[in-house]
């Protein structure tokens, strides 16, 4: 007997579509009690997977807090993987786009910034062994000028570094609270560097047009009998007058070993002037610069060969040629070089110093000359004084006399040789430059630039010496040439005995250098007997003159009598 199954009916199976969860999870599919299908199996109904922020049962208020935790800490993690890109890239340029970004990129731009420590650190080893090798470069202006493109051109490449890595950073992806900031870190360092390129370019530039313009060359540059003769003009370009007339007439001699520097200074009224063999000038004075009206004095020496161009035909300048054959002839020296300087432009290279500081012992008028005198400088001691000041104790002539304003003038360079120190120079340089461009003319090559300087440097270590051409020593208007000369070598030669009995206290041997020849009267005598260096002039001479012979004739104008105490007018700190 067949036998029957029977099968008992199924629960009705209803199908329920239940939507993703926020989370995007798969719904779970559990099995529900529902009326069976039509092939009576069972169907299985959705139900909602839990969400990971929300737990079953737990409201959204409840688990706001994770989420923001997780949200700043993650914030936190890209600002600062950002900032550390950024200082890698101020550090070591081209690190963070080799660790993060285009490694070709950062690979050249590390090399180029190992390239630059590299040559930091030669220039350095140069400079403790051979700084004279880094003036001379420094004194080459093709050079400078290169080195200031140079510069620019790197301060470029590494700013755009400075923007790729900001780029890398991704800023999107950091909050919006940091971005702002981020991004003016970054533009900011990009500017600074770009600026500070722009700003040591500048000073290069500056330097090199320095050079170019001030530093003509042509001078000689072999020294003489030892020693660098330099001849230093004072114009006052604010006085209106025919042609140019020196109104600071100094030669400065300096030894080419040890830097010691004598001063001599001429008067400016200066008559009967000798030029010495192959002069031009001597064709034209064989007996010296004289004329009937006493208008040929030393500053007009100047404006005679200026309007006379056939006498010095290959002259750039021939009454600065004029002017030197005429100091040569009246000291006996041979001139190397000279340098022009516009008075009145020497207020902006004594305020671009920051002043010079001197010893006032007489007050001085400022003003005069056609002025209202308006104030003094002075007296006191450590004065600190200004280009303006400065300017005007160099050449105020109100109750004074011409002998006394050549001793403040005196005074006055010596004060900037005192206080123009390596780091003044180096802080100040741009102002200085600006400055010297508009009041500065010389001869000196650029290639003597770091001989000059070097002398300039052990000149700063030891005490002038100075020669002045006054009364009662000497008398302007019918000078004794001969005793001029002799007194220009007997102070050269009891300054070098000084740099031999300085030799040997240190230990080393300089035996003293012959004193230059003279024109007129070679300097036989031995500097042993010399009195101790003095600002005053040299006491006068016994000169033969006949017993019954006329008085001598009034002195200039602006000439003082007796000059004994000059030294007393001021002093250089």
């Not at 092939?39 to 409840?62: I, K, Q």
């Not at 909050?175 to 500048?202: D, K, T």
């Not at 604010?238 to 200074?265: M, Q």
């Not at 006498?311 to 750039?316: C, K, M, S, T, V």
Request: aromatic fraction near 6%.
């Amino acid at each position: 007997m067949r036998q029957s199954y029977v099968t008992a009916p199924a629960e009705p199976v209803v199908q329920r579509r239940v939507a993703v969860d926020s989370a995007g999870e798969p719904p779970i599919l559990e099995p529900v009690s529902s009326s069976p299908n039509d092939r009576g199996t069972p169907v299985t109904a959705a139900t909602p997977r839990p969400t990971r922020d929300h737990p079953r049962g737990a409201s959204s208020s409840e688990t706001s807090a994770p989420e923001n935790a997780v949200a700043l800490s993650s914030g936190r993690i890209k600002l600062r993987r950002a900032l550390v890109l950024i200082a890698m890239t101020v550090m070591v340029p081209g690190s963070a786009q080799l660790a993060a970004g285009n490694r070709t990129v950062g690979r050249w731009g590390m090399r180029v910034w190992g390239g630059f420590l590299a040559l930091v650190a030669i220039l350095v080893l140069i400079g403790f062994s051979a700084p004279s090798v880094l003036v001379e470069w420094a004194t080459q202006p093709w050079l400078v000028q290169l080195t200031a493109v140079v510069v620019v051109i790197a301060a470029i490449g590494w700013a755009l570094l400075i923007v790729d890595a900001w780029r890398i950073a991704n800023p999107p992806d950091l909050s919006r609270q940091h971005r702002p900031g981020f991004a003016l870190l970054a533009g900011g360092l990009a500017f600074a560097i770009m600026g500070g390129s722009v700003f040591a370019a500048g000073t290069l530039s500056s330097h090199a047009g320095m050079i170019g313009e001030v530093f003509g060359g042509g001078g000689e540059t072999e020294a003489h009998a030892g020693r660098y003769n330099v001849l230093l003009l004072g114009v006052d370009a604010t006085v209106h007058r025919e042609g140019i007339r020196p109104d600071s007439i100094t030669v400065a001699s300096v030894d080419e070993e040890t830097g010691r520097t004598v001063l001599i200074s001429l008067p400016r009224n200066l008559q009967k002037i000798p030029f010495p063999e192959g002069s031009p000038m001597r064709q034209e004075f064989p007996a010296g610069f004289d004329c009937p009206d006493n208008e040929c004095m030393l500053n007009a020496v100047h404006t005679y060969a200026e309007n006379r161009h056939d006498l010095y035909p290959d002259a750039d300048d021939p009454g600065l040629a004029a002017t030197i054959d005429a100091v040569s002839g009246a000291t006996g020296l041979n001139i190397n070089y000279f340098a022009l300087i516009d008075m009145a432009g020497f207020e902006a290279l004594v305020d671009a110093v920051g002043g010079i500081r001197m010893d006032i012992n007489q007050a001085v008028p400022i003003g005069g000359g056609g002025q209202k005198v308006e104030s003094y400088v002075g007296p006191g001691e450590d004065l600190l004084l200004n280009g303006y000041e400065a300017l005007w104790v160099a050449r105020s002539r109100v109750d004074s006399s011409d002998y006394a304003r050549m001793q403040r003038q005196k005074c006055v360079m010596a004060a900037m040789l005192n206080q123009l120190d390596p780091v003044t120079v180096a802080t100040k340089f741009q102002d200085l430059a600006a400055a010297g461009k508009q009041i500065v003319r010389t001869n000196v090559p650029p290639d003597q630039i770091d001989d000059l300087m070097k002398l300039a440097g052990g000149a700063q270590k030891l005490p002038l010496r100075s020669v002045m051409f006054t009364p009662p020593a000497i008398t302007p208007h019918d000078p004794d040439f001969a005793r001029m000369h002799q007194m220009v070598a007997d102070e050269i030669a009891v300054s070098e005995r000084l740099d031999a009995e300085r030799a040997e206290k240190d230990g080393g041997e300089k035996a003293p250098e012959q004193s230059p020849e003279t024109a007129d009267a070679p300097a036989d005598e031995s500097p042993a007997d010399e009195p101790p260096a003095s600002d005053a002039p040299a006491a006068d001479a016994p000169r033969d003159e006949p017993a019954d012979a006329p008085p001598a004739d009034p002195q200039p104008e602006g000439a003082g009598g007796n000059t004994d105490d000059l030294g007393e007018v001021c002093a250089a700190r």
